[in-house]
Structure formats: structure tokens, C-alpha cells
């Protein structure tokens, strides 16, 4: 059973940053794509970024140029540097396979952009 453990989200001031760490068990880790998925207040989750078993980014629209995926297979975890934030980006952040696997979600980690 893979389990997904995402941090370091927080309040943040339009134009900050944050970065998010999601930390997977199960050495089977290296073989997913892994996304990174928000939910606003109200509003179904979305994809934000997602990043293949090779490396390769992908990133919504709404985040591209700002945000940035990446992976260490060593040790299991895949990060999100979130820059420019703006007040939009204000959502729960989780991670995941892509496509999603439901059984893996986790409890995810706030991100609040707010002055």
C-alpha cells in the first residue's frame, strides 16, 4: 500500500513562495508519473503539474512560469517550487499518481495566499 504524505504549505503574501514536498512509501515510487492536484474552496480539483517516471514536466496553464515539478527517486519524493503566488493559487495542494489512483489520496497541505 502506497501512502502520500504532502508539507510545506502555509499563509504567504502575493508574490511569495513556497515550496511542497510529498514523500511516498513503497519502492515502486520511480516507475509513476506523480501530479501535483489542487482544490480550491467550492471548486473540483485540478491538475496543476505533473511530472513523468523520465523527468518530463507538464504544468496547467494558470501555473506555467511559475510553478515548477520535480523528483528524487532516491529518496522517494516529488516537490512543487510554487513562485509568484497569487491569491488564485489559494487551494489545498495534494499529490498523486497521474491519472490518480483514489486510493492514494492523501490529506494534502494548505496553501493560503493572502496580504
Known amino acids: 500500500q502506497v501512502q502520500l504524505v504532502e508539507s510545506g504549505g502555509g499563509l504567504v503574501q502575493p508574490g511569495g513562495s513556497l515550496r511542497l514536498s510529498c514523500a511516498a512509501s513503497?519502492?515502486?515510487?520511480?516507475?509513476?508519473?506523480m501530479g501535483w492536484y489542487r482544490q480550491a474552496p467550492g471548486k473540483q480539483r485540478e491538475l496543476v503539474a505533473y511530472i513523468t517516471s523520465g523527468g518530463s514536466a507538464n504544468y496547467a496553464d494558470s501555473v506555467k512560469g511559475r510553478f515548477t515539478i520535480s523528483r528524487d527517486n532516491a529518496i522517494n519524493t516529488v516537490y512543487l517550487q510554487m513562485n509568484s503566488l497569487k491569491p488564485e493559487d489559494t487551494a489545498v495542494y495534494y499529490c498523486?499518481?497521474?491519472?490518480?489512483?483514489?486510493?492514494?489520496w492523501g490529506q494534502g497541505t494548505q496553501v493560503t495566499v493572502s496580504s
Open positions: 513503497g519502492s515502486i515510487f520511480r516507475l509513476y508519473a
Open positions: 498523486n499518481r497521474n491519472p490518480p489512483d483514489p486510493s492514494y
